[in-house]
Structures are given as C-alpha cells and as structure tokens.
T-cell receptor, first 113, second 113 residues
C-alpha cells in the first residue's frame, strides 16, 4: 500500500527566505506526483505536476523535483512572501493505486513579514 | 470560467438524516472523485468515477453513495450509516487517463448537530 510522508509538518520562516518542503513515498512505481496548496477552509490548488519520466518542473518561484527511484520529491520556494503562507500537500498516483491520488498530511508553512 | 463547483459550502445534518453534496464540473473531464479530509490526516478517497454510469469504491466508501448520470455531475450522499460524517469533503476531476492532473473544488464542510 502506497504511503506518503511530508516533512516537516510545520515550518515558520521570515519573509524573503528560500525554503524546501520534502515529500517521500514508499512505492516508486508511480505515474506522477502533484503538489497542491490549500488555504484555510478552502479547496486544493494545483501547483505543479511531475510525470514519472520527468526530474523537475518549475512555475514562477516554485520548483519541484522528483527522484522516483529513491521515492522522494522536494518543493523549493524562492524568496518566500507572506502570501505563500498555506498548507502544502504532496500526492502521488500509482504504486498500486491507479486513478487515485495518495496524499501526505501536508506541511503548514508560515511566512512572517 | 472552467472549474469545479461544490455546493453548499456549509451543511448541517441531524443524526439519522441523509444529506447530498453537489459537485459539478464544466471542464469536460471524464473522471471525478470524492475525498474526505479530517484534521491531522491526509485526504482519503471515498468514491471515484471514470465514466458516466460507472463508479468504484475508494478506501472509505462505507456509509456513502454516489451516482454518475451525467458527465458533469457527481453527487455524494452521506447516509445515516456513516457513523462519523463530520468532515471537509472535496470533489475533484481529471481528464481520466492515468497520470493526468487533478483539479479540486472549494469543498463542503459537513457538521452533524
């Protein structure tokens, strides 16, 4: 059964700092990995999708990498801003669970002005 | 604007009642999903549908039912058999082939009173 772990569970940084969020998964036979952002009481916003054949994806100040063989992904946020404060969720498709996403519990990020 | 619309945003249920959560999408996606989110836990899959008139149970289907009579609609009924229904419910959709990006609605918060 696929399991996804996100470390740290919470992170507080000053504005302007670069930061890394970590995601690991137990079964490397995945189709893709997706990073989401969730604001309090809201739905999920898709940030980046990395296919299993890809190593990284970039969108603005966000860069996500994927090392499928080791079961790891990182989300790098450059020059963090208070508006980046949210919960970041990692999810994988595959590893025995086709057509559905297995989610980690998320990292709660707070960027202080 | 294309997207996924969930209604209502807040829903209160009395003990022993069935309630139905609405999910509509205008993205022309074949696949639709229902997830449940509880504090401190990752999202868990309730039901999913890859095509009209077909759906499969997810990891926590007991006490829930769904229908998929139209491509754009995937309502979820929380029955009285669900012992702990208080949670945040999220609907999602994707093109439907393995490895494609999932998009989420804004969620419905269900509370038992």
């Amino acid at each position: 059964k696929q399991e996804v772990t996100q470390i740290p569970a919470a992170l507080s940084v000053p504005e302007g700092e670069n930061l890394v969020l970590n995601c690991s998964f137990t079964d490397s036979a995945i189709y893709n990995l997706q990073w989401f952002r969730q604001d309090p009481g809201k739905g999920l916003t898709s940030l980046l999708l990395i296919q299993s054949s890809q190593r990284e994806q970039t969108s603005g100040r966000l860069n996500a990498s994927l090392d499928k063989s080791s079961g790891r992904s990182t989300l790098y946020i450059a020059a963090s801003q208070p508006g980046d404060s949210a919960t970041y969720l990692c999810a994988v498709e595959g590893g025995g669970s086709n057509y559905k996403l297995t989610f980690g519990k998320g990292t709660l990020l707070t960027v202080n002005p | 604007d294309g997207g996924i619309t969930q209604s209502p945003k807040y829903l209160f249920r009395k003990e022993g009642q069935n309630v139905t959560l609405s999910c509509e999408q205008n993205l022309n996606h074949d696949a639709m999903y229902w997830y449940r989110q509880d504090p401190g836990q990752g999202l868990r899959l309730i039901y999913y549908s890859q095509i009209v008139n077909d759906f499969q149970k997810g990891d926590i289907a007991e006490g829930y039912s769904v229908s998929r009579e139209k491509k754009e609609s995937f309502p979820l009924t929380v029955t009285s058999a669900q012992k702990n229904p208080t949670a945040f419910y999220l609907c999602a959709s994707s093109i439907g082939t393995v490895g494609t990006e999932a998009f989420f609605g804004q969620g419905t918060r269900l509370t038992v009173v």
